[in-house]
Nanobody, 121 residues
Framework: QVHLVESGGGLVQVGGSLRLSCAAS????????MGWYRQAPGKQRELVAS???????NYADSVKGRFTISRDNAKDTVYLQMNSLYPEDTSVYYC???????????????WGQGTLVTVSS
């Protein structure tokens, strides 16, 4: 089994910064796309940013220029550097990873448990 464990959430003031980390552990051959999603109360989960194994990023319009996604393939870890945070960034942030099952080769889509980011004004 493969698990995703997130860290780095917390409380920050408007304009502040936080860095989220998500490490995968378990039976891993290779991880393809990784990403971060968020879900605010009463809203649908939305993509924040994703990154290919080669390091090509994709961002939601609302975070472009403020957030940076990166990954360390040797550590099976993805990061999200969040700068210039606004109250509307307050959400539970979820890590996402796509990888083949080492036994069957089927694609697995995994989610972390979520980490809360609260931006106070």
């Amino acid at each position: 089994q493969v698990h995703l464990v997130e860290s780095g959430g917390g409380l920050v003031q408007v304009g502040g910064s936080l860095r989220l980390s998500c490490a995968a552990s378990g039976s891993i051959f290779i991880i393809n796309n990784m990403g971060w999603y968020r879900q605010a109360p009463g809203k649908q989960r939305e993509l924040v940013a994703s990154i290919t194994r080669a390091g090509s990023p994709n961002y939601a319009d609302s975070v472009k220029g403020r957030f940076t996604i990166s990954r360390d393939n040797a550590k099976d870890t993805v990061y999200l550097q969040m700068n210039s945070l606004y109250p509307e960034d307050t959400s539970v942030y979820y890590c996402n990873a796509n990888l083949p099952d080492v036994t069957t080769g089927r694609n697995l889509e995994l989610w972390g448990q979520g980490t809360l980011v609260t931006v106070s004004s």
